[in-house]
């Protein structure tokens, strides 16, 4: 965890940006293979190589900033891996229904919302690395997504954390002040490239810390979470 003191023209005012998946929304890339491909997750050792294969691989990152479409994921992964096509196909074309909130991540979410809407201190944003197709069955099921006063998904810009660029983006596209934005993040090489850039971070654990993290170093949020 990295945070810095949330300063500026006007020190009441804070942008926070949240990361979706593994924060916000469920993603657990080990329940996926051993439910596709059993025989790749024997061991918990076997199942994590088999995620770091599939889903930590070049192909997959292509995915993720949409230069590669989900036909061409299946076919390079089936083909790289030697896995079956048909069911490589399932895998990857069943993950969007496969990402449900995360009811107490949402709750500190709906608070800062509340917070936001009657004291207007607060600004809230994502930056998510997400594929289209996946970033679109989102918009569609869920209706917190209009919470947010902006964001973008990886998949919409050609761009992925830990890219600069794609910070840089969301900076520029809503005027964020690097001093009081906060950046959320499961992984900490996520929140490191957002530090270097001028932003605090905080690493995501789970919902309870996030609660706790925010009320105890922001104290504009004190009383409200």
């Known amino acids: 965890m990295e945070i810095g003191v949330i300063a500026g ?9 949240f990361d ?4 916000l929304i469920e993603w657990q890339p080990t329940r996926l293979v051993a439910s596709h491909f059993p025989e790749l997750a024997a061991t918990p050792e076997a199942a994590q190589q088999a995620v770091r294969s599939i889903f930590g691989h070049a192909d997959w990152h292509a995915f993720d900033r949409g230069t590669l479409s989900a036909d061409g994921v299946v076919q390079r992964t089936a083909q790289r891996l030697a896995l079956p096509l048909d069911e490589m196909r399932r895998l990857v074309c069943g993950i969007g229904e496969r990402l449900t909130p995360i009811d107490q991540t949402i ?7 509340q917070r936001r809407d009657r004291r207007g201190d607060v600004r809230l944003y994502y930056l998510s690395n997400m594929p289209a197709p996946y970033a679109r069955t989102l918009e569609k099921k869920y209706g917190f997504l209009s919470w947010f ?4 998904f990886s998949g919409d810009v050609q761009r992925s954390k830990p890219d600069p660029v794609i ?22 090489d996520n929140v490191d490239v957002a530090c270097s850039l001028g932003w605090n971070g905080l690493r995501f654990v789970s919902a309870p810390l996030l609660r706790s993290s925010l009320a105890n170093l922001l104290p504009q949020l ?3 979470l």
């Open 167 to 188: 910070y840089q983006l969301l900076q520029s596209r809503y005027a964020l002040e690097p001093a009081q934005t906060l950046f959320v993040d499961d992984l900490q």
């Open 149 to 152: 006063d902006g964001g973008i």
């Open 20 to 23: 979706f998946g593994a924060v």
């Open 107 to 113: 709750a500190v979410l709906a608070d800062l919302v």
């Open 9 to 17: 023209p006007d020190p009441q005012s804070m942008n926070l940006v």
């Open 222 to 224: 004190q009383g409200v």
